[in-house]
């Protein structure tokens, strides 16, 4: 009879709190999300599916291993407690994605145009914008934002997930699963966010603006352009050296042409490991003390704002340097500087053939749009290196 | 001390659109540099042939050429509609 | 001439132990069976392998390191002790594995059939009997058994490796070795052990039973199927939502059809890694004085006897269902219900082509072999549970 | 303390087939009750349509379409017997 | 302006120290040689980025993580410290990557000619050689050399990459960047060094010799020579055995036939993924102070004279068996016993087609260029034991 | 001190070469008694039979039979000049 109490006491049914019947909902919609509706599933897959686990009742996902007098193991501790701690705390993680998507990463488009570099820019005024919303939030004692959280939720805005998820553990671990979600679940939402705003900010005409054919790039070129950009972010902005040095990395092992096993490894089996675990490690910090709360509503609706804004300032920005160039920018692009690679890219693309069924803007759409993943990491850099001195 | 706070966000803000509008100006600038001088100095032609030599020096692919060879034979044949046969 | 002593005195001959040259040659043994034989040679192979390295005198395979008194690395450990603590000790690796397994699985059989889910309950009679037998021998102090080697022992019978190896790892580490090398050589064993068991319980009418055709299973069912399946763990049986979850991670991944990248690579390059290193951090359990005694005689008998319990009591589990149902199953497929997938199921379809050339039992084997895994997962989480709080 | 011992093997038992057949006659419950669902809200057709649909929004597959479609080509042949050249 | 004079203070060019900058120079050498000259692309391309980030002031890819005083990550470490210390200090990463060698590793040629084994043996003079000169330097006072620096030095001759990390990580890890570098870059001069030291000791006459087609070789023979190599150094070596050991395995994996899974992993996803961990990692150790002095010009400078000493001995060693049989070899082949795998071999192939064009020596080359990685393990045991003792 | 530097040298040199030379030279006895034991008693066919039959005990392959057989096809014709077709 004791052991029936035993087995009941320790059932999920019985530990079960609301909070971990909510999250455990919150995984389950987040799995729907994915996989009806193709949310960034390489991501939500795993981070839905972690936010489960973690929540289950007396299932130990998340907990530490305990150790006797003697330093010997007593206890292991759960799964997604190694991984968080091994792969998102130390960051490890999501520098090794960073590789991959360097690896990944194809800049011909940029480097044939380079002054699409500047509408990357101009997108992150997304994140700077947002940061500046939470501190408002904070200030006016709406959310209890600090400083720390308020770079970290705007991060979302830069539209790139190993980049808020390295940004986001350095600076505010507990919000680590709020941001992460709101950031993967806005890239997926690009094709609904941005062509209202991409067909309210331009003209019929704009839109029609037909760009010069890109010239092709010499191998060259694509192999020195990583080691240039290396190099300016050493000089300048070293802070930004973790994820952009290992951008770089992946795009040199991609281009030299000398290391194709690697490259190849790099762009699937590694990436594809360390994205399971970042995606599972990632749904450890879906506890409903850390989610459920007033601040997540916060993180999700400025993260939309600042998603907003970085879409209408590249918008901006290409009509700006339309006024001082002859090689006119078809705004469109523009859009794309957010990064959510390639989908920016892609919606850039079809809104423009709405206007003109020749219109083929997916190639120069590329250059922002890597311009976007550039542009996130400095502004990282750059949050990393204020924020820590405040 | 609030007042501190959005003072903070301000000076993120303009730091850091600074430094990213700084930066990726100046890497506008290298980059056109740095095209500039590679099409003047390594022009198309002598780059391939270098790597083309660097990679003959690599291990080989791990792919068997036969496989390949074979690969492309058929999407030869796909395209070229059965000319060869 | 002193160099002369040190490396004579270093060398393998001078240190060798009776202990360890029988423990090398029980690694040769193993890699015979896996090469020569056949015998599950994915695990064996690394597993005899390891036996022969962590047994080689001096050579330090599962040496622990030391550490100065300053904290610093004065000599590093083995490699052996690195696998294991790091990938055995903290369950990581067998959980890894079910991951992979279950994006390997098909549940398609079970599904069109889910009545067959009861042959794979009844066959962990196997499990628990055993626990019985061990239990007797240590309570007749014939062999020293705890009640946590007992549960170790028993779970031979669930014919499933990695759960072994976790229930193991966590109950009775250092059985490890023994316990791996049974379940594996039974599971190896299954077309020899089962094959009599079967023609004896069964009639050769009962074996020529000819069973419906199994029903399509939607798309939409089998990516349900493994998130009802990790609902109800959760809520019931939390101590299996570890091998259950991932198990059931690993299947969502394969059928939902939007992460087919990710569901690859678990089901090639990382689990495959993960068996390299599993093997041979069981092979460093393989240690004369953990193994070369009478309880390792032991565990090999129960273990065998396991399976030939579970083994019937899948059957007659067959046939008492038989006496409810107006769908007859074919008895065969209930010996299918101890897992060691896919084995069972060939050996299963192959002894009913004997009676019948016709009856092709092969996929509805599927359905109870696959629900064996389940089974012995639910009994590990049963048993972790109850051994723990004894 | 040796009866305990049995002891603790027979409530092992008990409970264990208890937990193990219990578990799994209740999902024999569940897979029919969601099975009997999902045939009736979501026919085939509609979620292959809609599983189709989320695989397109995800990155490509990492197979060059070219090789797929050679492949495929040359495994048409082999079957039809160069009935299309 | 608090901002500007932190940011700028943080900034790259403010810290920059001169030796920083010549490092990221040599780092940039290195990816020019193995990028435009083909220099051992696959491991210089990953160290030679490693030594730029790691020398990016203010980056801190090689920064300790910091806890506070109750255990808790404060902040976490660099991704070089990460990989160091869990993969080159404990000496897995080497290791995993002599398993992938083993497995990439046909030993027909050796099998069907094993007298071969003896010119890997001689090539090894090489590294002894070295040892001695360097002990001179120290000795005269000329460099500071003690003898573990010494051997590590040494062991470059062996022209075995893993084998040289694995030793100098152990012995002398102030070492590792010099003498990785020096490894990789002479195995990459191959080509080069060889040549006319082949020349200069044969005549026209003994590069003309015609080797008897070798003997097709058993797949049992394949089989039982990794076990057969493993068990006489478990007997008379054990200090080799880790190197020799994961080399046997791997060889084994790929040679029995029934693991091919594990023997594809193991050669490609999972030896891609650590020699870039591997080359990352011995990146780290390319800092200013263990790089810029005269002992890295002592190590380049006995390095190569290694090389040069290690080919001659193997040629020689030819020579002297020739002497005493009758079936003669081509003393060409005895210079690919340094290893350098394939291209020593090939090397000898090319000087022997330029005697005579239907001289094919690859596969009779391949015997003693494998022999040369046993020969180098073997050294490296040797050294490891006797140089502990010291 | 320095002395022993020098003699701890040539000691290692000695004893090294030593021990390489030794080794690899039973290396070689023991490789022919091997090759000579197993050509007499494991003939190359059974051998291949053997390892075959395991093989075939071992999971299937991860690659599609029928790709497998397409592109053997396919190196077939390229080799055979569509004698095939
Ligand atoms: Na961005
Ligand atoms: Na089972
Ligand atoms: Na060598």
Redesign the interface.
Known sequence: MDKLVSLWASSGVAQLEAGQLIMMSVGMVLLYLAIRRGFEPLLLVPIGFGTVLVNIPGAGFDAAPLYDAMGQLETPGGLLYYIYHAGIETGLFPLIIFMGVGAMTDFSSLLANPKTLLLGAAAQVGIFSTVLGAVALGHFGILDFSIRDAASIGIIGGADGPTAIFVTSKLAPELLGAVAVAAYSYMALVPIIQPPIMRALTSEAERGIKMQQLRPVSAAERIIFPLLLLMLVAMLLPDAAPLLGMFCFGNLMRECGVVNRLSDTTQNALINSVTIFLGLGVGSKMSADQFLNAETLGILGLGAVAFCIGTAAGILMAKVMNKFSTHKINPLIGAAGVSAVPMAARVANRVGLESDPQNFLLMHAMGPNVAGVIGSAVAAGVMINLVAGL | M??T??D??????????G???S??????L???V??LL??RW???EL??G??A???????P??IDP??V???Q???D??RGG?K??
């Open positions: 609030h007042t706070l959005i903070q966000g301000l000076d993120l803000m303009l730091f850091g659109m430094s990213v509008f930066f990726l100006l100046l890497l506008v290298a980059t056109r740095m095209s590679v099409n390594l022009p198309e780059v391939s270098i790597v030599k660097a990679s003959a020096g690599a291990p692919s791990t036969k496989i060879k074979a690969i034979t058929a999407i044949r796909h059965g060869r046969d």
